[in-house]
């Protein structure tokens, strides 16, 4: 099992809509999916369709107080979710100390059952973001193309290695930095691409989401880039995105078999 945060302190840029449409993608190619949701917001199960209240099922408040005994909601047979609700906001300001509660319990026997656990993280530079840095194997920013989020993106990176600096048990890898909600038509663009790839080098992750009426559209109609047709620009995107990670991740082994060129 592997696991992977989606972070950024801005909001909006489309860390929910990364993890949803990502994790569909895995989950419908045969990659067992785990989605854990540490953003009191609780989009990921609104996107998603699925009751972030109920008691039954274990959220990611449980998880944090170390309870494990509830039993995991799945949406389908591969993806799995660990929703999250504002009872989580309690977490925001502890500090962690002597390593993360999440990352203990991700070692447990129920999360090894899945391939992947990908976390949603709230727009805030807190103990939330913390856990989920400290839990996670790979971290990954989206941002959107616009020059103020160069500086998000520095202090993102920034927040996510002086975290780690701070505990000793944990090497998470910086996976790399992805461009959402890209519009080739603005006259910026290129020159905002230009100065990232020179920041960022191999970090800049190649594959980029554009911005696109479809996939704002989609939580509206509780669909997934998965169920969209397969002449959408949106759908190939994401699915190269999909594709990408699970090489930078080296979870070859895992395979798309699918392919929207
Ligand atoms: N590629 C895209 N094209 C068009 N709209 C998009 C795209 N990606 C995200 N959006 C829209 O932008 C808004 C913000 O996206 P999202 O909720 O995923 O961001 P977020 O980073 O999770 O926000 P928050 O920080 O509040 O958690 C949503 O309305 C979403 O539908
Ligand atoms: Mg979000």
């Given at each position: 099992m592997k696991s992977l945060a989606i972070l950024c302190?801005?909001?909006?840029?489309?860390k929910t809509t990364l993890v949803v449409n990502i994790a569909k993608i895995y989950s419908k190619n045969d990659i067992k999916t785990l989605i854990i949701d540490l953003?009191?917001?609780?989009n990921t199960s609104t996107y998603l369709d699925f009751?972030?209240?109920?008691?039954?099922i274990l959220t990611s408040q449980d998880l944090l107080l170390g309870k494990t005994e509830k039993e995991i909601g799945f949406l389908e047979e591969n993806l799995g979710i660990i929703p999250s609700n504002?009872?989580?906001?309690?977490?925001?300001?502890?500090k962690i100390v002597g390593g993360s509660i999440l990352q203990q319990k991700l070692k447990s026997f129920v999360f090894s059952n899945f391939d992947i656990v990908i976390i949603d993280t709230p727009p805030t530079m807190s103990s939330l973001v913390q856990e989920a840095i400290c839990a996670s194997d790979f971290y990954l920013i989206p941002t959107k193309p616009e020059f103020l989020a160069i500086e998000g993106v520095s202090q993102a990176m920034k927040f996510a290695k002086e975290t780690i600096s701070r505990q000793i048990s944990i090497s998470p890898i910086f996976l790399g930095v992805v461009l959402n909600?890209?519009?080739?038509?603005?006259?910026?663009y290129i020159d905002f691409e230009k100065e990232l790839e020179y920041l960022l080098a191999d970090k800049l992750i190649n594959s980029k989401i554009s911005s696109s009426a479809e996939v704002a559209d989609s939580p509206f109609y509780l669909?997934?880039?998965?169920?969209?047709?397969?002449?959408s620009k949106s759908k190939k995107e994401f699915y190269k995105l999909a594709k990408e990670l699970l090489e930078r991740m080296a979870l070859n082994e895992k395979i798309i078999e699918q392919s929207y060129n």
């Amino acid at each position: 099992m592997k696991s992977l945060a989606i972070l950024c302190q801005k909001g909006g840029v489309g860390k929910t809509t990364l993890v949803v449409n990502i994790a569909k993608i895995y989950s419908k190619n045969d990659i067992k999916t785990l989605i854990i949701d540490l953003d009191p917001q609780g989009n990921t199960s609104t996107y998603l369709d699925f009751d972030k209240n109920n008691e039954n099922i274990l959220t990611s408040q449980d998880l944090l107080l170390g309870k494990t005994e509830k039993e995991i909601g799945f949406l389908e047979e591969n993806l799995g979710i660990i929703p999250s609700n504002e009872t989580i906001l309690k977490f925001n300001n502890e500090k962690i100390v002597g390593g993360s509660i999440l990352q203990q319990k991700l070692k447990s026997f129920v999360f090894s059952n899945f391939d992947i656990v990908i976390i949603d993280t709230p727009p805030t530079m807190s103990s939330l973001v913390q856990e989920a840095i400290c839990a996670s194997d790979f971290y990954l920013i989206p941002t959107k193309p616009e020059f103020l989020a160069i500086e998000g993106v520095s202090q993102a990176m920034k927040f996510a290695k002086e975290t780690i600096s701070r505990q000793i048990s944990i090497s998470p890898i910086f996976l790399g930095v992805v461009l959402n909600q890209v519009d080739i038509t603005r006259s910026s663009y290129i020159d905002f691409e230009k100065e990232l790839e020179y920041l960022l080098a191999d970090k800049l992750i190649n594959s980029k989401i554009s911005s696109s009426a479809e996939v704002a559209d989609s939580p509206f109609y509780l669909k997934t880039v998965d169920e969209f047709d397969e002449h959408s620009k949106s759908k190939k995107e994401f699915y190269k995105l999909a594709k990408e990670l699970l090489e930078r991740m080296a979870l070859n082994e895992k395979i798309i078999e699918q392919s929207y060129n």
